[in-house]
Every structure is written in structure tokens, then in C-alpha cells.
T-cell receptor
Framework: AQTVTQSQPEMSVQEAETVTLSCTYD???????LFWYKQPPSRQMILVIR??????QNATENRFSVNFQKAAKSFSLKISDSQLGDAAMYFC??????????????FGTGTRLKVLA | DSGVTQTPKHLITATGQRVTLRCSPR?????VYWYQQSLDQGLQFLIQ???????AKGNILERFSAQQFPDLHSELNLSSLELGDSALYFC???????????FGPGTRLTVT
């Protein structure tokens, strides 16, 4: 069964600095999707970024980018020029392809990011 | 705004009672997921529907049930409620079985 591990329960970053959140996963599948979701204090779950495993190029969305290392089964999120509004819980998630017969998203336990002014 | 709506936003009820949470997916989305998030915890997958059919089941208690209707909205029924059922319940939708999840704002359930 697939698992997702976020080993950093909490991280802090100074405003305008860069921070990297770690995520590792375990799977025997060769193709899948990976996601980062943000949950601010409002508790709304917001999609930050998505990566298809078959794509070697790392996904980027404005100040957010990922470092996808397929062989190492690592999927870290880099936030550049951190802003106070980035303070949130960040969840890493794994998704199998439908062809695998499973349809569940598997979420990590989350990393709480604090942004210091 | 993700386009996924959930009602009610807040629900306070007593132990032993039964409640129904409602979710309307984004326009065009066929798949609906339900997740439970207890305070400061991760997301626990409950159940998934696709075009009216159950497609995947997670750690859903027997006291809980769900369905997806022909108009694609979904309801999660929680019965014989216990204090430990207090949580934020999220609905999410995706266009198909491979689509990205888009979450609703959640229903905060408090059991007293």
C-alpha cells in the first residue's frame, strides 16, 4: 500500500526568505500524481501545486515550486519570498492512476508553516 | 472559491443523534469524496462516489453512510453520534477518477 510521510511537523521561515517542506512517499507504481495542498487558519483546503510522475520537469506555480526526485520517492515544496499569508498547514498527497484500480488520495500528516515578520 | 459547496457550515448536536451533511460538486465534476479531519489531525478518507456509484471506501464507520444522487450531489449521514465524531467534514470533487481534488469549505460538526 502507498504511504506518504511528512517528517517535519512544524517549520518556521522569516518573511521574504525561502523555505522547503519535505515529503516522501512509498509506492510500487510507476505512474501517479503528487500534490501539495495548503490549509490556512480558515481550514479551507487549497490546491497549491500538482506534479505528474511521468513528467521529469518540476512543476512551478509563481513562488511555489517542487523538487521531484522519482528514484528517491521525494517530493519537496519550495516557497520563495515567503509571505505572511503563506502561514498554513501544508499537506502532501499521492494519487494513483485509475488504471491501478484504486481511486484514493493518500495524504501526509501535514507540516505547519509559521512565517515570522 | 473552489466551486464545491457544503451545507451546513456548522452543526452542533447531541450524542446519539443523527445528522446529514450535504455536498454539491463543481459543475461538471462526476466524482465526490468525503474526508474527516479531527482537530489538528490529518485527513481521513471516508468514501468516494463516481457518477452515482460507490468506488472506494476508507475508514468509514458502520454508523456512517453516504450516497450520490442522480444530480450528482452527495449526502453523508452520521448516526448514533459520539463525542469523538466531532470534526471537520470535507467534501471534495474531481472531474473524473483521475482528476485533481477540489475541496469544499467543510462542515464543522460538534457533538456535545
Amino acid at each position: 500500500a502507498q504511504t506518504v510521510t511528512q517528517s517535519q511537523p512544524e517549520m518556521s521561515v522569516q518573511e521574504a526568505e525561502t523555505v522547503t517542506l519535505s515529503c516522501t512517499y512509498d509506492t510500487s507504481e510507476s505512474d501517479y500524481y503528487l500534490f501539495w495542498y495548503k490549509q490556512p487558519p480558515s481550514r479551507q483546503m487549497i490546491l497549491v501545486i500538482r506534479q505528474e510522475a511521468y513528467k521529469q520537469q518540476n512543476a512551478t506555480e509563481n513562488r511555489f515550486s517542487v523538487n521531484f526526485q522519482k528514484a528517491a520517492k521525494s517530493f519537496s515544496l519550495k516557497i520563495s519570498d515567503s509571505q505572511l499569508g503563506d502561514a498554513a498547514m501544508y499537506f502532501c498527497a499521492y494519487r494513483s492512476l485509475p488504471s491501478s484500480g484504486t481511486y484514493k488520495y493518500i495524504f501526509g500528516t501535514g507540516t505547519r508553516l509559521k512565517v515570522l515578520a | 472559491d473552489s466551486g464545491v459547496t457544503q451545507t451546513p457550515k456548522h452543526l452542533i448536536t447531541a450524542t446519539g443523534q443523527r445528522v446529514t451533511l450535504r455536498c454539491s460538486p463543481r459543475s461538471g465534476d462526476l466524482s465526490v469524496y468525503w474526508y474527516q479531519q479531527s482537530l489538528d489531525q490529518g485527513l481521513q478518507f471516508l468514501i468516494q462516489y463516481y457518477n452515482g456509484e460507490e468506488r472506494a471506501k476508507g475508514n468509514i464507520l458502520e454508523r456512517f453512510s453516504a450516497q450520490q444522487f442522480p444530480d450528482l450531489h452527495s449526502e453523508l449521514n452520521l448516526s448514533s453520534l459520539e463525542l469523538g465524531d466531532s470534526a471537520l467534514y470535507f467534501c471534495a470533487s474531481s472531474v473524473d477518477l483521475a482528476g485533481t481534488l477540489h475541496f469544499g469549505p467543510g462542515t464543522r460538526l460538534t457533538v456535545t
